[in-house]
C-alpha cells in the first residue's frame, strides 16, 4: 500500500527557531516529494519540492533535505515566523500518477 | 491571477440527495486531480484526468460518487445519493504534465460539503 508517514502531528516554535518536519514514505517508486502549506479555509498550496536525485533543495527560508537509502525526507523552516502558522504536508507520487499526502502538521510560531 | 475555481464553496445538503461539485482548471492545464479531505483521512486522491479522459478513480465509492470533465474548462463531481460520511472538503486541482515529468499540482479553495 503506499503510504507517506508524516510526524509530528504538532509543533510549537518560538519565533526565529527552526521547525522541522520528517516524513517517510515505502514505496520506493515514488520519484517526486513535494511539500504543501495549507491555511485555515485554504486549499494547499505547494511550497517547494524534491526528485530523488538531490539530497537537498533550498528556497529562502525553506530546506528539502532527501535521504534515499532511508525512504526519508523532512522540510526545515529557518527563522520561523508567525505568518509561518499553518497546516504542512509532504506528499510522493510517481510519474502519472496523483499524490499521496502524509497525515499533516500542524505548526505554531509563538511571537 | 491564475487559479483553480470551485464551485460552491459550501453546500449543506439533506441525506440522500444528489451533491454537484464544479471546478474550472486553470487555463491550459491537462490534468485535473479531485481529493477529499476530512480530520480522520486526511488527503485523499479520489479520481483524476488528463487530457479529459479518466485516468484512475479508485478513490472513488464506485456506486455513489462520479467524475466527469464535460470540456476543458469544468470538471465535476457528483455523489448521488449523499450520505453523512461524505461530508467533508472537496479539493479540485490542476496541473500541466510535459512528457515523463511529474505534475505540479495548483489547489482551488476548496467546497465544504454538510450531509444532514
Known amino acids: 500500500q503506499q503510504q507517506v508517514k508524516q510526524s509530528p502531528q504538532s509543533l510549537i516554535v518560538q519565533k526565529g527557531g527552526i521547525s522541522i518536519i520528517n516524513c517517510a514514505y515505502e514505496?520506493?517508486?515514488?520519484?517526486?516529494f513535494p511539500w504543501y502549506q495549507q491555511f485555515p479555509g485554504k486549499g494547499p498550496a505547494l511550497l517547494i519540492a524534491?526528485?530523488?536525485?538531490?539530497s537537498e533543495k533550498k528556497e529562502g527560508r525553506f530546506t528539502i533535505s532527501f535521504n534515499k537509502s532511508a525512504k526519508q525526507f523532512s522540510l526545515h523552516i529557518m527563522d520561523s515566523q508567525p505568518g509561518d502558522s499553518a497546516t504542512y504536508f509532504c506528499?510522493?507520487?510517481?510519474?502519472?500518477?496523483?499524490?499521496?499526502f502524509g497525515q499533516g502538521t500542524i505548526l505554531t510560531v509563538h511571537p | 491571477d491564475a487559479r483553480v475555481t470551485q464551485t460552491p464553496r459550501h453546500k449543506v445538503t439533506e441525506m440522500g440527495q444528489e451533491v454537484t461539485m464544479r471546478c474550472q482548471p486553470i487555463?491550459?492545464?491537462?490534468?485535473v486531480f479531485w481529493y477529499r479531505q476530512t480530520m480522520m483521512q486526511g488527503l485523499e486522491l479520489l479520481a483524476y484526468?488528463?487530457?479529459?479522459?479518466?485516468?484512475?478513480d479508485s478513490g472513488m465509492p464506485k456506486d455513489r460518487f462520479s467524475a466527469e470533465m464535460p470540456d476543458a474548462t469544468l470538471a465535476t463531481l457528483k455523489i448521488q445519493p449523499s450520505e453523512p460520511r461524505d461530508s467533508a472538503v472537496y479539493f479540485c486541482?490542476?496541473?500541466?504534465?510535459?512528457?515523463?515529468?511529474?505534475?505540479?499540482?495548483?489547489f482551488g479553495q476548496g467546497t465544504r460539503l454538510t450531509v444532514v
Open positions: 487555463l491550459g492545464h491537462n490534468t
Open positions: 514505496n520506493t517508486a515514488f520519484d517526486y
Open positions: 484526468f488528463r487530457n479529459r479522459a479518466p485516468l484512475d
Open positions: 486541482a490542476s496541473g500541466y504534465r510535459l512528457a515523463a515529468m511529474n505534475t505540479e499540482a495548483f
Open positions: 524534491i526528485r530523488p536525485d538531490v
Open positions: 506528499a510522493a507520487s510517481m510519474t502519472s500518477r496523483g499524490l499521496t
